[in-house]
């Protein structure tokens, strides 16, 4: 081989290897720097509470359910789904909803309120609804 041959290889495979040295150490500098990780930002969830007047009584009863929810993030409500526990719902928007029960049992109410932005709240309310009960006159018979 020719010395000016072999010296241009060398000086060839002497590039190469410089080059992947510096790949190398970029690829092993980029593995050690912290990543930045996507922050992700939540709105605060709405809050929904309702309230059953009167939350007993004697069947058939007609319950009155009241109902406080606030949205901080100011969205506003779009959806109102009741579940009233005795097989009946509506989608009727609160702030006062009525139901009467006229099986004796113990039911529990549900209120899902959704946002426009799609955020969700649920709230529960007990009632229990008692068999009718006779006046004074059937007891002294």
């Known amino acids: 081989m020719k ?3 072999t010296c241009l290889r060398a000086a060839i495979m002497l590039a ?3 080059m992947l040295a510096c790949a190398a150490a970029r690829a092993q500098e980029s593995e050690s720097q912290p990543t930045a990780t ?3 930002q939540l709105g605060l969830p709405p809050t929904v509470s309702i309230r059953a007047l009167p939350p007993y009584g004697a069947a058939p009863l007609t319950v009155g359910f009241f109902v406080n929810a606030v949205d901080p993030e100011n969205a ?3 959806s109102y789904r009741w579940n009233f526990g005795d097989g009946r719902v509506a989608i009727t928007p609160p702030l006062l909803t009525y139901q009467t029960y006229v099986k004796p049992g113990n039911y529990l ?3 899902t ?3 426009s932005d799609g955020r969700s709240a649920s709230a529960f309310a007990g ?3 008692r ?3 006779f006046g004074a006159e059937s007891s002294q018979r």
Do not use: N, S, Y
């Open 109 to 111: 109410a549900t209120l």
């Open 131 to 133: 068999g009718k009960t």
């Open 3 to 5: 010395p000016r041959a």
């Open 16 to 18: 190469l290897l410089a």
């Open 76 to 78: 506003g409500f779009v």
């Open 38 to 40: 996507p922050e992700i």
């Open 113 to 115: 309120v959704v946002t």
């Open 127 to 129: 009632v229990t609804v």
